[in-house]
């Protein structure tokens, strides 16, 4: 693997991002943590899945704006198509899965971090913000459900309609994640609900889990569900109002 690392402890995958220090995802990150998940999901070894950063203040910026935003329609809608295969391949996981935000956390990499069963992120000023609405894209309906499904109704109706950028202290009473803990101690205490969570019969585990995605977002996406989804994504991200917005975020990032 070229931009995550992978280990096991006592039976958790640990993944952790190691794409330099804004983990932005690409093409290739997406798809090596598709293959990840896919090892987990039917290796009997693995138990439960820690999602976490190498590095000490980011644990993902969302999609690579110097790559990502420069793909043609063809290549963002195949790319569209793995990212939201990895969603639904997270949040239908059969095993716990937590994840350790020892950092900023945003747009895509925030979209990750709801599709884990729990959340827990470092003390301090780090963010945590879904602001897709303010570049003027449009996410897939039932992605955007299963994300509401696992926050309190005011904080979605925020995180969603406004873009809300959340510090860590206001994620943590907005229920977005369950726990603030010293930076220093994330990846640990990411284990340790991992294992907590693992400790429960693996089948019954599995079940209510099902139950409980299905209720929110809809059982697992069949491959036309997710062209679909990826050539609607597309459609919009192309657009004159995106395009607009998505250019005046990267003249902004190239003013700094």
Known sequence: MQHISLDREEGILVI?????????????????LNQALNHARVDDRTH??????????????????????????????????????????????????????????YAGGAILALACDERLMAEGDFQFALNEVSLGVVLPAR????????????????????????????AQQHGIVEELVPAGNVRHRALTIARQLASRPPRAFAA????????AGGPPYTPDEVARMAEEFSAVWFDEECRCYRDLLVSRMQAR
């Open 16 to 32: 952790t991002l190691a794409r330099g220090k804004a983990n932005a995802l690409t093409h290739e990150m997406v798809d090596e």
């Open 48 to 105: 439960g899945v820690v999602i976490t950063s190498a590095g000490p203040k980011v644990f993902c910026s969302g999609f690579d704006v110097e790559e990502v935003f420069k793909y043609p329609p063809d290549v963002l809608t195949r790319y569209m198509r793995r990212f939201i295969e990895l969603f639904d391949n997270l949040r239908t996981l059969p095993k716990p899965t937590v994840a350790g935000l020892n950092g900023h956390c």
């Open 143 to 170: 992605m955007l459900r299963a994300m509401a499904a696992v926050l309190p109704g005011a904080t979605a109706r925020q995180m969603f309609l406004e873009g809300h950028v959340y510090k860590a202290q206001d």
């Open 208 to 215: 209510h889990k099902q139950a409980l995605v299905e209720a």
